[in-house]
T-cell receptor, first 114, second 114 residues
Framework: NAGVTQTPKFQVLKTGQSMTLQCAQD?????MSWYRQDPGMGLRLIHY???????DQGEVPNGYNVSRSTTEDFPLRLLSAAPSQTSVYFC?????????????FGNGTRLTVT | AQSVTQLGSHVSVSEGALVLLRCNYS??????LFWYVQYPNQGLQLLLK??????LVKGINGFEAEFKKSETSFHLTKPSAHMSDAAEYFC????????????FGTGTRLKVLA
């Protein structure tokens, strides 16, 4: 049972480069989300989706794009990387419409922008 | 708006001593509350969740938390710390405001001293 799978685990980018962080889940969860984790700031929500074709912005969406063409996949795109986007990124999913349903997390992608 | 405050970004305890990690929430309606644990270089794992069925919630690895409405608190405790408990712990509330589904505290890093 794979759960939530994130790739790559590590990535180094130069300022201005673009890339896509991949996230896939096999639990048929409608709700998927992206967080970034920075020291002393906890987890901050970037974007989230409540189902295929539906996405919305979170707390810190600037510089990131998402799309949700299938239930399983929720990629996060950095169009022009900046040093401020150096962070650890987590994808998480859960059952929708149930506020007592916990999030299931991937193991993260550690991104460095130089 | 709902929010979560974790008091103490770093907590140190001796092995065998009581672990107490503090979490206070603000919510205009009864919340759903969660504690997650993050081990180094891993994603977050659910420790326990409060869903109004009982005020004292037992989780994995001997942890428990008590929901106190009068104090708007959901502190995490463990009677006897083990070296393997060293990790970062996050309190989270499930949002009923409709904007963001999960709101996380800034985390508490637990250090266990031999």
């Amino acid at each position: 049972n794979a759960g939530v799978t994130q790739t790559p685990k590590f990535q180094v980018l130069k300022t201005g480069q673009s890339m896509t962080l991949q996230c896939a889940q096999d639990m048929n969860h409608e709700y998927m989300s992206w967080y970034r984790q920075d020291p002393g700031m906890g987890l901050r929500l970037i974007h989230y989706s409540v189902g295929a074709g539906i996405t919305d912005q979170g707390e810190v969406p600037n510089g990131y794009n998402v799309s949700r063409s299938t239930t399983e996949d929720f990629p996060l795109r950095l169009l022009s990387a900046a040093p401020s986007q150096t962070s650890v990124y987590f994808c998480a999913s859960s059952l929708p419409g149930q506020l007592n349903s916990p999030l299931h997390f991937g193991n993260g992608t550690r991104l460095t922008v130089t | 708006a709902q929010s979560v405050t974790q008091l103490g970004s770093h907590v140190s305890v001796s092995e065998g001593a009581l672990v107490l990690l503090r979490c206070n929430y603000s919510s205009s309606v009864p919340p759903y509350l969660f504690w997650y644990v993050q081990y180094p270089n891993q994603g977050l794992q659910l420790l326990l969740k409060y869903t109004s069925a009982a005020t004292l919630v037992k989780g994995i690895n001997g942890f428990e938390a008590e929901f106190k409405k009068s104090e708007t608190s959901f502190h995490l405790t463990k009677p006897s710390a083990h070296m393997s408990d060293a990790a970062e712990y996050f309190c989270a509330v499930s949002s009923t405001s409709g904007t963001y589904k999960y709101i996380f505290g800034t985390g508490t890093r637990l250090k266990v001293l031999a």
